[in-house]
Each structure stands twice: as structure tokens, then as C-alpha cells.
């Protein structure tokens, strides 16, 4: 945690020594700051969000079968077979949405990998 923090802190003490540099008419920018510390917030920002999208739960995962209701399904009077096909369909319906889920959430890990290193060169634009 305090890795983290060193770090958003050396990113905003950058963009106040950057703020209060003097402006140029040729340099483009938003808000002041020119295109490299914006391209840095951008990939910092893209990063975190990634990373937090990832890590909190967005899609729902199943990966077990509630014993009570199949215990249920015995009692009313399902036999073995029957209940091995539905339990086989069930699971098999629950694979391909979890397979979903685990493939989105790939990608979140993915971006926010993609953004981390884009940090490198914006860094590098930014301070050479």
C-alpha cells in the first residue's frame, strides 16, 4: 500500500513542479499541462481502473451446485439418470458463462498490464 502511495504522490508532486512551469503558445496540452503529463495521468488512470475492474466482482461465477436442492430433486422422485442429465446440463450452462466472466476478466488484466507499461515511455517523454 505504501508503494502505491509513493507513487500517486510522485505523480501529482510532478504535475505541480509542472504547473508551475511557464506555459508555452506552441505547446499542446489541456489544462495547462502539456501532452506527455497528460499521457501519464491517462495510463496511471487507465491502469487503476483496469486493475480495480478485475479485481471487483462484476459478473456473477458459479462454480458449485446447492446439495439441498438436489437432494429435493431426489425426493420428488427423480432417478439417478435423471438427475445426472440435469445436473450435467446445469453445469454445463454454468461452465460457458463462467468461461465468459474469467475471458472479460482476462482482458481488464490484460489493459491494465498494457497501460503499466505504457507509463514507461510517457514517463520518458515527460522528464528528457
Same mark, same amino acid.
Given at each position: 500500500?505504501?508503494?502505491?502511495?509513493?507513487?500517486?504522490?510522485?505523480?501529482?508532486?510532478?504535475?505541480?513542479?509542472?504547473?508551475?512551469?511557464?506555459?508555452?503558445?506552441?505547446?499542446?496540452?489541456?489544462?495547462?499541462?502539456?501532452?506527455?503529463? +497528460?499521457?501519464?495521468?491517462?495510463?496511471?488512470?487507465?491502469?487503476?481502473?483496469?486493475?480495480?475492474?478485475?479485481?471487483?466482482?462484476?459478473?456473477?461465477?458459479?462454480? @458449485?451446485?446447492?446439495?439441498?436442492?438436489?437432494?429435493?430433486?431426489?425426493?420428488?422422485?427423480?432417478?439417478?439418470?435423471?438427475?445426472?442429465?440435469?445436473?450435467?446440463? @446445469? +453445469? @454445463?450452462?454454468?461452465?460457458? @458463462?463462467?468461461?465468459?466472466?474469467?475471458?472479460?476478466?482476462?482482458?481488464?488484466?490484460?489493459?491494465?498490464?498494457?497501460?503499466?507499461?505504457?507509463?514507461?515511455?510517457?514517463?520518458?517523454?515527460?522528464?528528457?
Amino acid at each position: 500500500m505504501s508503494a502505491t502511495t509513493g507513487i500517486i504522490a510522485a505523480v501529482f508532486a510532478r504535475f505541480a513542479v509542472a504547473s508551475e512551469a511557464v506555459l508555452h503558445a506552441d505547446t499542446i496540452g489541456v489544462f495547462g499541462f502539456g501532452l506527455e503529463p +497528460l499521457m501519464v495521468f491517462v495510463c496511471i488512470a487507465l491502469s487503476i481502473a483496469f486493475a480495480i475492474r478485475a479485481v471487483i466482482r462484476w459478473h456473477t461465477v458459479k462454480f @458449485d451446485q446447492v446439495i439441498g436442492d438436489l437432494l429435493k430433486r431426489v425426493a420428488f422422485g427423480e432417478t439417478e439418470k435423471q438427475l445426472k442429465t440435469n445436473l450435467a446440463i @446445469d +453445469l @454445463d450452462c454454468c461452465f460457458v @458463462d463462467n468461461e465468459r466472466a474469467i475471458g472479460l476478466v482476462k482482458v481488464d488484466l490484460l489493459m491494465s498490464g498494457i497501460f503499466c507499461f505504457a507509463q514507461i515511455p510517457a514517463w520518458l517523454l515527460w522528464i528528457v
